[in-house]
């Protein structure tokens, strides 16, 4: 069981190009999350999804948007990249969002 | 906003010896307060977790305890070992079933 996969594991982008963030999960979860991870800082939550078909702004969502077409696959897109969405991207899972979190292994992006 | 806070930054303790981090959190309505453990260039991962209807937990070496009056949750961790050298967070849930992350309490153990 693969659990809960991103990609891609790092990526460089220019300033003003987009770019989708992948991640996957095979758990059957219903709910899942985007968070970013800045240096020294605590993770901050940008979209989530509780069910497939529906998505909801987390504390910082400004320059994101996310889709939940199924129940595995929850992209994130960065529709016009600026250099402080420079992070590392955490990918999330739950049964339900009563349920543990588990965390898929990151994206780190850098804008240039 | 929620306004969650963790203490210490920074925790050096001796292999061993006991460790205890702090965290402070403003919704009242938080009723779900976990513990995750990051390892350096890691993902989080659960490592403890509460609900408010119970005051203590323990898993072997390590414990939560919760004091939801005055709005506090501890993580202890006993007979500290090397691999619990890592980044801890605190990230109580609010109301609205989103986890409000501290900034980490990184624990470094001495040999």
């Known amino acids: 069981t693969a659990g809960i996969t991103q990609a891609p594991t ?6 003003g190009r987009s770019m989708t963030l992948r991640c996957t999960q095979d758990m059957r979860h219903n709910a899942m999350y985007w968070y970013r991870q800045d240096l020294g800082l605590g993770l ?12 909801g702004k987390g504390e910082v969502p400004d320059g994101y948007s996310v ?10 897109t960065l529709a016009s990249a600026v250099p402080s969405q420079t992070s590392v991207y955490f990918c999330a899972s739950s049964l339900t969002e009563d349920n543990e979190q588990f965390f898929g292994p990151g994206t780190r992006l850098t804008v240039l | 906003g929620e306004n969650v806070e963790q203490h210490p930054s920074t925790l050096s303790v001796q292999e061993g010896d006991s460790a205890v981090i702090k965290c402070t959190y403003s919704d009242s309505a938080s009723n779900y307060f976990p513990w995750y453990k990051q390892e350096l260039g890691k993902r989080p991962q659960l490592i403890i977790d509460i609900r408010s209807n119970v005051g203590e937990k323990k898993d072997q070496r390590i414990a939560v305890t919760l ?13 500290t070992q090397p691999e619990d050298s890592a980044v801890y967070f ?8 989103q986890l409000i992350w501290g900034a980490g309490t990184k624990l470094i153990i001495k040999p």
């Open chain 1, 10 to 15: 790092s990526q460089i982008l220019a300033a």
């Open chain 1, 44 to 55: 901050r939550l940008i979209h989530y999804s509780n069910t497939a078909g529906t998505t």
């Open chain 1, 67 to 76: 889709s939940r077409a199924n129940t595995d696959d929850f992209p994130l």
């Open chain 2, 67 to 79: 004091n939801k009056t005055a709005k506090h949750f501890s993580l202890h961790i006993t007979e």
């Open chain 2, 90 to 97: 605190c990230a109580p849930r609010n109301s609205n079933y």
